[in-house]
């Protein structure tokens, strides 16, 4: 077996996912989501391991890799927090509450925080535009968000208080 | 004893992210510690549309619709109403003109007009409860066309209903599935585009999640139609409720023998499976999420041959949305001719739309197709928020266009959104006042089909590109006359040359609003101001002189120091420095900074 530069342990798990498999045929963005679900992200190793396991050509599955925007080869934050940027949330203001966001994160580039504890991203609309702006943090949803109420967020998901 | 009183709890996202967890919790709670248990039942159920007012509880059979229910009031509810037998009058609706409050569901302005086929369960079922599905009906459909109809007949039925496809286009249903009955193959394939990609829209979330039967119904009545055996649902990963709620339905589905081999006895089997979207907005489009469900890319191919011919793993395929194939089964129960007497002339039944924005009810309506502009926008949505002047209302997400105000009256059916230069869409509708820059929405849109754009035709993806670029150019106050007539002539480009939906469409936001706003246009290139206010680069601070006390707060917090002026005098701006940041504005507390 060829060496991969990840977590052998992890890569045991996905190997025992992609082996469970009986129709590989159509399995690929299935077995992605359940590696980055494993990794948390999508690095070239895992990419070149599924690609072998599922023997297809490993510039399809970075072709899928890179398609689709829950993929991502970055590591990212302990906490994701995504901004909804539909056009209901963005006519309420989601961007000043993503720059708030990025600015008390003291986030200049990329997504992540440089503690690593959140990444902050956008996506395109949860449905809940009665409530917009809506800001999701790990899956849970806050409804009309207010520049204000940014720190307060924040705060819910910074152990022991603020670290910084 | 039996259950003499039902809470509904409305467990929609929206109402959830308000908290109606913790509502339905102290419901049951307080039930218990008043030992009504057998006798009163609390029930979460799906969306009741009214977002705005949510959580909402809803108690049968007093019929008494309370909004904005938090822990405290869901003490209340049980000690006043449930005990006590007395309309807890603090959380019912409140009627803003008149102040009087509405107890009853169907009094409320948002509710007069509507008439729910496709939602005809959300907030009415529990949608984790086959049974509950069943006792409304449910499954009653699938078992007549199981036992007393051909694939014909169905296909018959549906076409004289006049149905068309909810999910944007508008093709005629009964056509579709007669394609693909008639093409001849072993296998066919049943497939629900649950990938509700446009912003702003969420009544495919809504069905799922209220009513996730009504789809699986649908779903099978199709396949015995066409003569497939197997469906796949395709459902966006960002919602993760809608997901569990299909998983809980299949699998009691499944366990009743009204999904799998032999249903209802006969020799008609179908089983369905669950496919998960990875955040592409193109997957909407059908031989895209044809391409993702094969486990590639989401990108379009070239039709024909259309999915009725060559589809999912190259055999014939049936796609229809979420809202279609819940409109299904009331057609066949209720017979063609009914549907056929809701509507327009060449739009029959209802439409989902989803209602956001500056509006004072968001929410989901569902309204005969026929419905005007303005019945949606200021009777059931209440008018514009905070008194603010309606500027336009935006349907059919990033492949729609902008209405003004002098098309209100339009009765809404999907040839005269296209001939406004917008479209029916899945049916999202968002209202905008006099706050919101039209150049600025045409720009948000093309920056939405930039990011989606799959990048296979050209067109498509350089197209939009450079048209967004104009648009960036002309909110900076960069523009040049010439400019707009290169938008429009791109555009029209873009439109004409595209390889699918997404391109086709992507420039009617711009087409639009040059068409409905120039004048906006016109003040961004020509007088570099933005009427409405928003476009940073064409803002220009003043200081209101009566209003200035001098407190020097707006000249301390100037980060180019362009603010200048003694303590307890009239301060001015520089604006030659200014850099728009509008600190100065946010900081001053006698409302004398202005922008323009």
Request: charged share 25%; with cysteine.
């Amino acid at each position: 077996m060829a060496k991969y530069d990840v977590d052998a342990e992890k890569l045991k798990t996905l190997e025992d996912y992609i082996d469970s498999i009986e129709q590989k045929e159509g399995a690929l963005i299935g077995v992605l989501y359940k590696a980055q679900e494993i990794f948390g992200y999508l690095p070239k190793d895992v990419q070149l391991f599924i690609a072998r396991k599922l023997k297809i050509p490993a510039a399809k599955v970075f072709g899928v890799t890179t398609f689709y925007s829950y993929f991502t080869m970055e590591p990212r934050g302990k906490h994701v927090i995504n901004v909804c940027m539909g056009t209901a949330c963005f006519v309420k203001g989601a961007d000043k509450v993503l720059e708030e966001l990025r600015k008390q994160l003291n986030i200049t580039e990329g997504n992540m925080s440089p503690d690593g504890m959140f990444t902050v991203d956008s996506l395109r609309c949860v449905g809940a535009c009665g409530l917009a702006p809506v800001v999701m943090v790990d899956g849970k949803v806050y409804g009309r968000v207010k520049v204000e109420d940014v720190k307060s967020i924040l705060d819910d998901y910074r152990e022991g208080g603020s670290t910084q | 004893m039996p259950i003499r009183m039902e809470l509904l709890v409305c467990g929609g996202t929206g109402c959830q992210a308000s908290n109606s967890n913790r509502v339905l919790e102290v419901l049951r709670e307080e039930i218990k510690n008043a030992n009504l248990e057998n006798e009163v039942s609390v029930l979460m159920t799906g969306c009741f549309g009214f977002c705005e007012k949510g959580p909402i509880v809803k108690v049968m059979p007093d019929n008494v619709f309370y909004v904005e229910v938090d822990e405290d009031s869901a003490r209340k509810i049980v000690a006043e109403h449930v005990v006590k037998g007395r309309v807890y009058q603090e959380k019912l609706y409140v009627e803003p003109d008149t102040h009087e409050k509405l107890p009853e569901q169907s009094k409320i302005p948002f509710y007069k007009k509507q008439l729910r086929i496709a939602l005809r369960n959300c907030g009415k079922i529990d949608p984790e409860n086959i049974n509950e599905y069943i006792a409304a009906d449910g499954y009653m459909a699938l078992g007549k066309v199981l036992t007393e109809m051909t694939p014909e007949g169905v296909i018959d039925v549906v076409k004289k209903s006049g149905l068309r496809g909810r999910g944007g286009g508008g093709f005629p249903t009964g056509v579709k599935w007669e394609a693909t009955r008639k093409s001849k193959s072993d296998i066919k394939y049943v497939i629900c585009n649950a990938d509700e990609g446009d912003p702003g829209a969420f009544m495919d979330r809504s069905i799922l999640e209220g009513d996730p039967h009504s789809v699986l119904e649908g779903m099978a009545i199709a396949a015995y139609a066409i003569g497939a055996q197997f469906g796949y649902i395709y459902v966006r990963a960002e919602y993760p409720l809608a997901i569990h709620r299909l998983r809980i339905a299949i699998n009691q589905a499944r366990e009743l023998g009204l999904l799998g081999k032999n249903i209802f006895g006969t020799d008609f089997s179908f089983d369905v499976e669950i496919k998960i979207g990875a955040g592409a907005f193109i997957c909407g489009e059908e031989t895209a999420l044809i391409n993702s469900i094969e486990g590639g890319r989401g990108e379009p191919t070239v039709k024909p041959p259309y999915p009725a011919q060559v589809g999912l793993w190259k055999k014939p395929t049936n796609i229809n949305n979420v809202e279609t194939f819940a409109n299904v089964a009331p057609i066949i129960l209720n017979g063609a001719d009914w549907f056929a007497s809701i509507g327009t002339e060449k739009s029959k039944g209802t439409k989902v739309f989803a209602l956001a924005g500056k509006v004072n009810n968001v929410g989901l309506v569902e309204v005969p197709m026929g419905t005007t502009l303005r019945e949606i926008i200021y009777e059931l949505g209440g008018g514009i928020r905070g008194g603010k002047k309606f500027k336009a209302v935006q349907t059919g997400g990033p492949s729609g266009g902008c209405i003004p105000a002098e098309y209100l009256d339009t009765p809404i059916d999907y040839d005269n959104l296209t001939a406004l230069g917008s479209m029916m869409g899945s049916g999202g509708m968002i209202v905008m006042d006099e706050d919101d820059c039209m150049v600025n929405i045409a720009k948000f849109y093309l920056e939405f089909s930039c990011d989606e754009s799959c990048g296979r035709c050209t067109a498509c993806r350089v197209g939009n590109k450079r048209l967004l670029e104009i648009l960036n150019k002309i909110t900076e106050g960069k523009g040049e006359m010439e400019d707009l007539e290169m938008l429009k002539e791109l555009a029209e480009t873009v439109r004409d040359s595209s390889l699918c939906g997404l391109g086709q469409t992507s420039p009617n936001p711009v087409l639009s609003t040059m068409k409905f706003f120039y004048d906006e246009y016109l003040a961004h290139v020509r007088d570099k101001e933005c009427p409405a206010g928003v476009c940073k680069e064409l803002l220009k601070y003043y200081i209101i002189p009566e209003k200035c006390v001098g407190c020097t707060a707006c000249a301390k917090v100037c980060p180019v120091n362009v603010i200048h002026g003694e303590p307890k005098k009239v301060h001015v701006i520089d604006r030659d420095g200014c850099i728009k940041c509008g600190q100065c504005y946010k900081t001053c507390r006698f409302g004398a900074i202005t922008r323009k």
